[in-house]
């Protein structure tokens, strides 16, 4: 599998300085931030549909898994 055929699976979630966080699950473990949840998973579902797709994550106020959903291009 080369780079570009990797998912880029994405993880969105809330730091404790009130910003959320869309971030890829992986080297580069690039990411974002969002003054809103909303506007963090509309940048992740973006991302993912224009990278070829993969699993998204939003993790809840407490740290856990609140939803899981995959996207495809």
């Not at 224009?50 to 993790?59: K, Q, R, S």
Request: charged content about 25%; glycine content about 10%; proline content about 4%.
């Amino acid at each position: 599998m080369t780079d570009t055929d990797k998912k880029q699976d994405r993880t969105v979630y809330f730091r404790e300085d009130g910003l959320w966080v869309n971030q890829l699950n992986g080297p580069p473990w690039t990411s974002s931030l969002h003054a809103t949840r909303e506007d963090a998973l509309y940048t992740a579902r973006e991302r993912l549909m224009m990278e070829g797709g993969g699993d998204l994550t939003l993790l809840g106020l407490d740290g856990t898994v609140e939803s899981q959903e995959s996207l495809l291009p």
